[in-house]
T-cell receptor, first 112, second 110 residues
Framework: EAQVTQNPRYLITVTGKKLTVTCSQN?????MSWYRQDPGLGLRQIYY???????DKGDVPEGYKVSRKEKRNFPLILESPSPNQTSLYFC???????????FGPGTRLLVL | SQELEQSPQSLIVQEGKNLTINCTSS?????LYWYKQKYGEGLIFLMM?????EEKSHEKITAKLDEKKQQSSLHITASQPSHAGIYLC??????????FGTGTRLTVIP
């Protein structure tokens, strides 16, 4: 089944404790993105990648890192999480620009 | 910066009623996407519109993009409880960024 998977789905952590949210897609998509969704602010792009080893900042990249060592994986790294990073995070992928983007199931993160 | 405005922000309808959700941009849209999100869950792709005047339908949901490509509407015919959720419109900014409206929360009362 073609899909985008994320892990973990739920995560509670404390301020400053490094964490990684994994994202994987099995559709051979070139483009991958990370978004966060917050009430009243909607979905905002954090980082995106157009191919292996090619990443760039989105609208809200502060406090996040990403890497794209393989085509299928695009992990999101929070080196030192803070409470304002409490949010619902989505990974997404698409074959190329201006084509349908498919989303993962989301990761709900709570930073205490 | 480009923004998408959705209206209404929330909608409560009786089962069986028709409804329309609108998505408006101040600039020409190059690609307009409709997604549905169950509360706190992932986004499910519904439809993509690219050409001015284009209209697509899937089951009881119809989406249209106006000729100027600045406004899209999503119409649900004979709504059912399964249609409940948050409907999001998204658009390509041209720089590998898909930006979104803030969503319309739909409640369908049985």
């Amino acid at each position: 089944e073609a899909q985008v998977t994320q892990n973990p789905r739920y995560l509670i952590t404390v301020t400053g404790k490094k964490l990684t949210v994994t994202c994987s897609q099995n559709m051979n998509h070139e483009y991958m993105s990370w978004y966060r969704q917050d009430p009243g602010l909607g979905l905002r792009q954090i980082y995106y990648s157009m191919n292996v080893e090619v990443t760039d900042k989105g609208d809200v990249p502060e406090g996040y890192k990403v890497s794209r060592k393989e085509k299928r994986n695009f992990p999101l790294i929070l080196e030192s999480p803070s409470p304002n990073q409490t949010s619902l995070y989505f990974c997404a992928s698409r074959f190329r620009e201006r084509e349908t983007q498919y989303f993962g199931p989301g990761t709900r993160l709570l930073v205490l | 910066s480009q923004e998408l405005e959705q209206s209404p922000q929330s909608l409560i309808v009786q089962e069986g009623k028709n409804l329309t959700i609108n998505c408006t941009s101040s600039k020409t849209l190059y690609g307009l996407y409709w997604y549905k999100q169950k509360y706190g869950e992932g986004l499910i792709f519904l439809m993509m519109l690219q050409k001015g005047g284009e209209e697509k339908s899937h089951e009881k949901i119809t989406a249209k993009l106006d000729e100027k490509k600045q406004q899209s509407s999503l119409h649900i015919t004979a709504s059912q409880p399964s249609h409940a959720g948050i409907y999001l419109c998204g658009a390509d900014s041209g720089a590998n960024n898909l930006f979104f409206g803030t969503g319309t929360r739909l409640t369908v009362i049985p």
